[in-house]
């Protein structure tokens, strides 16, 4: 795990992934402008295992081995190039690193430490890396720290700059690191919190008006409370507040277009403990544009900031 520059940048890492498609070139870029903000190091992965997602090939000469290396060198050298032009100074600590282990257990272990990890939703599909269409989805269910998963923008231009981080709650102690760090993100980021709360999983059936008024203002009256501690922590950010009759994933998918980031719990009131990733949290990491963190527990030092 070697560094490439950079000395101001301390504490747990963000961890991105890459294996030089598209997608994973946007993950590096978000990757990159969140460990700016966050003031932490970044540390760029790429995995040649010459493999599948996780079965590995039984005989692999030496010299498929060294191309294997110099193919990983190469995509490594692009994406600290990519990081490097987001940066633009030398407070962010990158390091780097060319693995031959499967790359999905190598990010779930690497999340036990890290910050954050940081995929595309899917990468070039060569036979000599894994998909990360395959990783994606495996890190945001195993992961031990909350996840960002990066699809069609990385949310760096200057429209999706002044557009507010978008945080779905439903007030139980599962949806809590996402409100935090929903509100870490807008602060960093200088925008509004959009705090969405869904009273209901559906939006069929007649409801009396004044039945209607008054679950609407119980859920108001709950929002704001399960929002106060955080709005006196970020007092100069400002929060929306949105309550639905909805199902949580599509009225998430409906109000994501106003925003630059989607944050959510991985699983909701309904999950259990041991639950992997709730219904809802699934549907808005396959639905979503913009980019999507499912939060988790927090590593040590960023619960202590």
């Given at each position: 795990m070697a560094d490439h520059r950079g000395s101001g940048a301390s504490g747990a890492p963000?961890?991105?992934a890459t294996d030089?498609?598209?997608?994973?070139?946007?993950?590096v870029e978000w990757a990159a402008a969140d460990a700016a903000r966050h003031g932490c190091p970044l540390h760029v992965l790429a995995s040649v295992a010459f493999q599948g997602a996780y079965g590995?090939?039984?005989?692999?000469?030496?010299?498929?081995?060294?191309q294997m290396a110099d193919d990983g060198e190469r995509v490594v050298d692009?994406?600290?190039?990519?990081a490097d032009a987001v940066i633009c100074s030398d407070a962010v600590r990158i390091s780097r690193e060319v693995s031959f282990d499967p790359i999905i257990p190598s990010l779930i272990a690497r999340s036990r430490s890290a910050r954050m990890l940081v995929v595309g939703s899917r990468g070039r599909g060569a036979f000599q890396r894994a998909l990360l269409g395959s990783v994606s989805s495996a890190v945001v269910h195993h992961a031990h720290c909350p996840v960002a998963i990066v699809r069609t923008t990385s949310g760096n231009d200057p429209v999706a700059a002044d557009k507010a981080v978008l945080v779905g709650t439903d007030g139980s102690a599962n949806s809590a690191p996402a409100v935090v760090i929903a509100f870490d993100e807008a602060a960093l980021r200088g925008v509004a919190v959009i705090a969405l709360r869904c009273w209901s999983d559906s939006s069929g059936g007649d409801v009396p008006t004044d039945a209607w008024e008054q679950a609407r203002d119980k859920e108001f009256t709950l929002l704001a409370e399960s929002l106060a501690a955080h709005r006196e922590r970020h007092p100069d950010v400002p929060v929306h507040s949105i309550v639905v009759r909805d199902r949580p994933a599509r009225a998430l998918l409906t109000h994501s277009v106003d925003a630059q980031l989607v944050v959510v719990g991985s699983h909701g009131r309904g999950g259990f403990v041991g639950m992997l990733l709730g219904s809802t949290s699934r549907a808005v990491v396959q639905s979503v544009e913009c980019p999507i963190i499912v939060a988790r527990q927090l590593v040590a030092d960023q619960e202590g900031q």
């Amino acid at each position: 795990m070697a560094d490439h520059r950079g000395s101001g940048a301390s504490g747990a890492p963000i961890v991105v992934a890459t294996d030089g498609s598209t997608e994973s070139c946007r993950a590096v870029e978000w990757a990159a402008a969140d460990a700016a903000r966050h003031g932490c190091p970044l540390h760029v992965l790429a995995s040649v295992a010459f493999q599948g997602a996780y079965g590995p090939v039984p005989y692999v000469t030496a010299a498929a081995v060294d191309q294997m290396a110099d193919d990983g060198e190469r995509v490594v050298d692009e994406a600290i190039r990519i990081a490097d032009a987001v940066i633009c100074s030398d407070a962010v600590r990158i390091s780097r690193e060319v693995s031959f282990d499967p790359i999905i257990p190598s990010l779930i272990a690497r999340s036990r430490s890290a910050r954050m990890l940081v995929v595309g939703s899917r990468g070039r599909g060569a036979f000599q890396r894994a998909l990360l269409g395959s990783v994606s989805s495996a890190v945001v269910h195993h992961a031990h720290c909350p996840v960002a998963i990066v699809r069609t923008t990385s949310g760096n231009d200057p429209v999706a700059a002044d557009k507010a981080v978008l945080v779905g709650t439903d007030g139980s102690a599962n949806s809590a690191p996402a409100v935090v760090i929903a509100f870490d993100e807008a602060a960093l980021r200088g925008v509004a919190v959009i705090a969405l709360r869904c009273w209901s999983d559906s939006s069929g059936g007649d409801v009396p008006t004044d039945a209607w008024e008054q679950a609407r203002d119980k859920e108001f009256t709950l929002l704001a409370e399960s929002l106060a501690a955080h709005r006196e922590r970020h007092p100069d950010v400002p929060v929306h507040s949105i309550v639905v009759r909805d199902r949580p994933a599509r009225a998430l998918l409906t109000h994501s277009v106003d925003a630059q980031l989607v944050v959510v719990g991985s699983h909701g009131r309904g999950g259990f403990v041991g639950m992997l990733l709730g219904s809802t949290s699934r549907a808005v990491v396959q639905s979503v544009e913009c980019p999507i963190i499912v939060a988790r527990q927090l590593v040590a030092d960023q619960e202590g900031q």
